[in-house]
């Protein structure tokens, strides 16, 4: 860097990226004019061992002339613990940064035997320093809408430099993140809310990403408020559906607008065209982008207009006359799609292409499933009956159960865990009640919910959908959602207007012989002549 400063060059902040930077140099000349060192701590592909040990065959290494790091040998826990205290007293006279200590397993044989899980090894583990944290301003919190529609909430921080580089955002998850509720229900950061305003401290987890960890308390502004999360897009205004899946942190907002969003336009209209869905040659990711930028492609339907551009498009770079033919007339030859293949390039988030033709199956045409799921929609639940299935705690069989006994049920008078007077329904739990209270804020607002869940719970349209051998109520829920905002059938009533969907093919009707080989055989007859 002080090279660089006399040169006028522009300087590295920290020595990952320098050392990354040397080495993706396109010149060898320049990545060998910088310091940089190498430390070995394990091989690859041998002719021979070098040892039966880890520890010996890195020692060995070192006599090649290949430079160590640091390695020591241990005969139990409290030695390896002794060694990462050793190691962490003395990590700020490094000349290097280093974020923790590996332990491995020291004989080659048992490492062979133990193997690896994916990429990790199960002979080594890696035992973390605690990060670095320092303590800044939220300065704000912005919503970015990605390309499966998820709303992600993003921290605006006052500039701080923490673990060897200078932090201005922060990711913060969802709206349950912010408001101090981990993904398990369990609070998080002691259960302290996020607001504009906080002094919070920040760390960078495994010194890589930011985090905020705590909320000063002390130093909150009088005046500050709790954050609001958008129910609606801030991008194209749709509505904003909450759902908790497996894998995901959390309860994930999501944008419904699908085609109709820009923010999400541009991959969808890539999925659209691709070859396991429309399968139109010729339009590619970089075409779409170069085509929606020109606002030719805003919306699958305008891929079926865009001969009103024959002209222009002939004119740009890299399109000729020839090209330009194929380009349309390879449209063209997709106006009548497969029932399934049409319903997957929607882009219907968990409609894949196998549960796709499950539904063409059903279905058989088109127009008898638009009409399912427009019926559905009507009967899905409503706002109040999904607060319910929010609920940590409340199950599938309790919430049935509370549901079913909405209209007896009466508000308790004292507290359920001092007066042990919650009602008692057959099937929900003490530890139900407990969740019920704890999000409703008191017993009888918590009765009081469940009286107005039961009265916009699912309808039986809505539960059939789900109930489809290979579709399953997830899949059926974003259907729904799909069909449920007016951009969707907007874009999708523009889209049938350029296309028109096959009936599917009924299967056959199985015959007693049906799937069996025959085999005809005897002798020819032969007349004299």
Known sequence: NAGFEKEGKQTYVNPRNSAAGALRQLDPKITASRPLRFFVHGWGELSEPLADTQYDSVKRLEKLGFPLAGIKRAKNAEELLAIYQSIHAGREKLAYEIDGVVYKVDSLALQQRLGFVSRSPRWAIAHKFAAEQQTTILDGIDIQVGRTGALTPVGRLKPVFVGGVTVTNVTLHNADYIRGVGADGGPIRGGKDLRVGDTVVVQRAGDVIPQIVDVLLEKRAKGAHKYKFPERCPVCDSHVARELEPGEEGVIARCTGGLNCPAQAVERLIHFVARRAMDIDGLGSKQIEEFYELGWVQEPADIFRLADHRDDL????????????????????????????????????????????????????????????????????????????????????????????????????????????????????????QGLNDAFGSLPEAVAAIKAAAKQAPGDDYIELGRIDGVGPVAADHLVDFFAEKHNTDALKSLLKQVTPKDQPRAATPSKVSGLTVVYTGTRACGSS
């Open 314 to 433: 002939m004119m740009r770079e890299g399109y000729g006359e020839k090209s330009v033919a194929n380009l349309l007339a390879s449209i063209d030859a997709r106006r009548e799609p497969e029932f399934g293949r049409f319903l997957y390039a929607l882009g219907i988030r968990d409609i894949g292409e196998t549960t796709a033709g499950v539904i063409a199956r059903r279905f058989e045409s088109w127009a008898a499933f638009e009409d399912a799921v427009k019926a559905a929609v009507k009967a899905r639940p409503g706002e109040a009956y999904e607060a319910l299935e929010r609920v940590h705690g409340v199950g599938d069989g309790a919430r049935a159960a509370l549901v079913a006994a909405a209209p007896e049920l009466k508000a308790p008078h004292g507290d359920l865990f001092e007066d042990g007077d919650a009602p008692k329904v057959k099937g929900v739990t003490s530890k139900a009640w």
